[in-house]
């Protein structure tokens, strides 16, 4: 997949796509996202839901901490990180990522949802 074609909006457009299923086109689209600027939260954040999908827990977790690292400000991060913590025993952690989250502004109601939840 050539870099030109990145969409307007990567991380909903990439959302969507995971959401059908359609994973190795934003595979591939992630890692030329990340080869072209390694500090994109984006693409980690796609690599995470697919790994999630995929129940590789631990390398979400992992995607998802990168994600939020990159950009504390996105609720999105924390809340995705938030919600995989506890498949790996990590209540607290998960708790502690969802209070972060809690403090950002949420606009997205499945966002609020997936706090609320953890």
Known sequence: M???N???DPLRDGLKRISAGDYKPVHELSIGLIRQNVSNPVPYC?????????KNYAKAAE????AAQLNPGEVR?????????????????????????ALLPIEDALVADTLGVV
């Open 63 to 66: 995607l998802f901490a990168r």
């Open 2 to 4: 050539q870099i030109s």
């Open 77 to 101: 991060y924390h809340a995705y990180n938030a919600q995989t913590l506890p498949l790996l025993n990590k209540q607290n952690e998960a708790r502690q990522a969802a209070d972060k989250a």
């Open 6 to 8: 990145i969409p307007s």
């Open 46 to 54: 796609l690599l995470g839901v697919i790994a999630a999908e995929h």
